[in-house]
Each structure stands twice: as structure tokens, then as C-alpha cells.
């Protein structure tokens, strides 16, 4: 048997795409729709560069799989799986900046290719564009949803900030800001597929309980691997994080059982940001040693679990198990 | 007589201050409340910077006012005029980062004061909780409104960074980046108090009529004192625009009256950025002599008029007077 014979297992988000082929195509004619501009042509320049990067579009894929699986005949989750996406990309956009980042998706940044202003108003626009998208399904309650979204991912972004170089931070703050740059808009793709299809409130809310644990399980994942990953597989450098002194789960629980002299190292890296030759080694010896690396890898299963256990109150279809499937594969990065 | 016993005019928005003392009094709560986060102290400590830093609070007073002409006995004109103050601040903490500001309302800007990440990630922030309290009034036709205004005001932003060193802006463009900068806001904090007390059509459309023609004489005005007021009038320096190559309208007009040799001096410090000493005072000169200067004067008026003329087909209510005084006001300062 050769290997054109061999069939290549999909991972699960080739499977979503598939299987939502019809629906992806109608989201990516709406949003190079909305994100032009009569008035000023650079918003479709530098929205362009990431939109068509070539993003996963993991997100809106997760509203419409939510919207089908609730039986949904409708066509407004086009329009809420385009809100999503905007939302997304506005982040990404101010995200760039905060961060001074030069490369997202292995292309340069739209920070350096024209300029922080750009980037903060055109996210701006985005996200004001995902605004009207959403006022055009004429639901409050997706509103209301999104709404609550877009302030826990600010909240988040700006406690990371805060969090940054700080030891003092723990599981809760950790947890919060995870829930802030990853897990809120999740779990609100998944939450307004639901809301819109109409479907009963324990489904709503095994939908928000989906995408909730599948964000904090997809961000444990890829805390982990910056210091256990191939370049590769991560897109960065191994060890960006602790050379930009974040302090992630690994870290924290490293920390917590971390002896005095390995304390003085950790301040001196992360607190007072003094790192030499052997640092990025000597740290991920402590990660492993403390078992922060496992503990951390543990917690990310866990929230795998959760994920999984929130599909069984669903309507059987076979998109059910595709969203499983995802939520084994976003840990298996990590096995 | 002595200086006690003389009755001091009130400008028209002390008149609304006096007259809505007791609503703005409740949207300050409010603004205090919703500004705060559980989860992370840099988000009020930067906005209470700005907030508390006593900007005139022009555009909840036009929500309040609106409101109370159109008979309005309910609350949620508080949750809207608390709404277009956060839009406001966020855009100003956005607009800080874009313009590189170190001088805000005579303090030093978020931006100095912290940096550019706590900037952007608290205007988003506010821009989430803006779209929360607007959320909560559960009036869809407002939310329509208040999104297609942040999109005007994004998309005016981005346009003014493409259109600055730029002698081909014409006025057709300088009225687009002026109604996103200001008038867009105006436009639909008016509007969307009208709204909010079910308004005949008519009426909702003076009130979005109104505010922009107010907005638009208020930002010509204030592009004119830049070449023709005081420090103490504007808040920053004369000739800042000029220094920072900006074409505003008594610009374009002198150079659309330009001789070929007034043209190279324009294309020399604007476009090449080649300022030398004197080239203010020059062109200065050229603004006054091709009548640049009072070529834009004229049209401020004629918009201060636009806004007056607007209020006629509204309801008799003394605030309907004060409102058209302050649009005698924001002219008065370059007359």
C-alpha cells in the first residue's frame, strides 16, 4: 500500500469544515463584503492581509455547528458566525499592538506592515462592523451575549497586562484571563448558534459550557506548548513566553512548590527580568522537576473532559461528534 | 455696582448643565459604576484618569436634552447618555495612542501616564461596556444607531490618518473625517434620545439633523482656532495642525486658490514635511490672503444655522433655546 492509498485521518476542524463547506463559503462572502470601506481604502488593505491569511476560522465554524445541531433552517448564523470572526480579527489587530508583535499566521503583523494606528482603528472598525452585523439578526439576546463577551475579552486582556511579570499571580488570575483572550468567545460562538437556532435553555448552556472548557483546554494546550512544543507545531519560538516573562499555568504551579532558591530564580527571570545563557534550560528542569509541566497537562485533560461531557444533553447529530472529537484534539497537541 | 452683584452670562451648556443637573447627576453614577472591573484595577484607574478629569460632558447632555424636549418621563435616557460618554472616552483614549498625545484636558494622557497597550485594551474595554448599557434599554433602533455611528467614527478615523500630509484631500473628504470625528456622535446622541422617547419621525429626524450640523460647526471652528485663537481658548498650541501636517479646511481652501509657487511652499511642509522657521507665520499669510480663513468661517456659521433651523419642527420646551444658543456658541468663539 502506498501512501496515496493510505487514507490521511481529517483532524476534526477539516471534518467541521466540511461538513459546513456550504455555510464557510456564505461567511467569507459576507465578510469580504463588510469589511470593505467606500470611504477609507486601507481598512480593506490591512483587514485583507490577516482575514485572508488563512486563519483556522475555528470560531465561526463553532456558531454555525452549534446553529445546525439545534435543527436551525434559518440564515441569520451566516451573519453571527461573520460577527464572530470580526470580533476575532479586532483582537488580533490590538492584540498585535499591545504585544509589539512582528509575525501572526508566519506573515508579518499589520502593526509593522503599516502602523500601530492602523491597527487600533481599524480593529475599531471591525469591531464595529461585528456591531451593526449582530443589530441586523434583531435578537437582544445575542446582543446581550456578545455584549458580555467583548467586556470579559477586555477585562482579560487588560488583567494579563497587569499579570504579566507579576509571581503573585495564581490559578483564579490565570484562569481569568484565559477565559478573557480565549475561552469568552468560544463560548459565545457556541452560546448565540444555540440562541438563534431557538433551542431549549439547557442546550443554550451546554453550548456556553462547551466552548467555555474547550477555550481554557485550547489555551492550557498552548501555554504548554511554548515549553514543551516543536516551532512548528506552535508557530513561535519554544520559550517566547518566558522570555516575555508571562506567567502561565506551568509557571504557577511551579512556583507554588518551588523551594526558596528556586523562588530567588524565578524573580530574578520573571520578576525582575534579568535572564542569561542557560535560564530558558534551567526553567523548564524546574517545570519538569516540580511537575508543574504535568500538573498543567493534567488540568488541560480535565477541561477536555468538561468540554465533552457538556455535548451529552445535545440533540444526536453527527456534527456532535465532530465537536467532541475537537475537543480531544485540541489536548492531543500536548500527549 | 461691584463685581459680585453683576449677573455673569452662563455659555448655553452651563444652561444645560443647570437644567439637567439632576439626570447627569445619575448618569455620573452610573459612569462611576460601570467603569469600575472586579477583575482588574487598571481599568477604572485609567479611566477615572480621563473621566474625572472634567471634559465638558457635551454629548450626554444632547442625549438628556433630547429626551426631556420629546416628553420623556422614562430612565433609560440615562443608560444612553452614560453610553455616549463611554463611546467618547474610549475614542479619545484610542485617539491619544493614534496621535501620539502626551496633553489631554490639560493633563498628561493615558497613554504617558501608563502606556499605549493600557490605551487600547481600556478604550475596548469601554467600548464593551458602552454596547452593555445600550444593550439593557432592549430598543434595537438604538443599538442601530449607535453602531453605525462607531463605524462612521472608525472609518472617519482611519480616513484622517490616510488623508493628513495629503494636499489632494479635498472638502468632500474633509467632511467625511470631520462627521466621523465629531459630528457622527453629536449626530447620534441627539438621535438616539429622541428615540428613546418614541419621537415622531420628524422629530428624530431633526435631532440627528442637529447634532450633526452642530458637530460639523463645532470641528470647523476648532480647526480654525488652531490658526486664529489662543492657547488658553483651544488647550494646546497655535499651529499644532500646521506642525503636525494636518489639512483642515481653511487649508484646503487656500489651496485650492493656490498660485503655483504658493502650492510648492504647501507641497514643501505638508506634504514633504520641510518646516523651517517662519513657515508658520507664512503661511499664516496665505491662509488669510487667498481668504482661506474666512472661507471656512463662513461655512461654520452656515452649519451653526443648519443646526438652529433643525430645531424648528421641534416640540416649544425652553432646552429647545438653550440648544440653539449653543449652536450660536461653538461659532461665537471665531467670530
Redesign the interface.
Known sequence: MNAMDKKVPLRPQDDLADALAGDMAAVNVLIRERMA?K?????PEVTAHLVEAGGKRLRPMLTLAAARICGYTGDHHIKLAATVEFIHTA?LL?DD??DESSQRRGRPTANLLWD???S???G??L???S??LM?ET?T?RV??IL??A??T???????Q??AAQDLKTDEA?YL?VVRGKTAALFAAACEVGAVIAGAPEDQVRAFYNYGDALGIAFQIADDLLDYSGTSAQIGKNIGDDFRERKVTLPMIKAVAKATPEQRAFWTRVIEKGDQRDGDLDHAMMLLTETGGLQAARDEAFVWAEKARQALTVLPDHPLRQTLSDLADYVVSRIN
Open positions: 470601506s470611504h477609507a481604502p486601507r481598512i483582537t490590538h499592538v499591545v500601530n494606528k492602523s487600533v482603528l481599524v475599531d472598525y469591531f464595529s462592523r456591531f451593526q443589530v434583531g437582544l446582543l446581550d455584549a458580555n467583548s467586556a475579552i477586555a477585562e482579560g486582556e487588560v488583567l497586562l497587569t488570575i481569568q
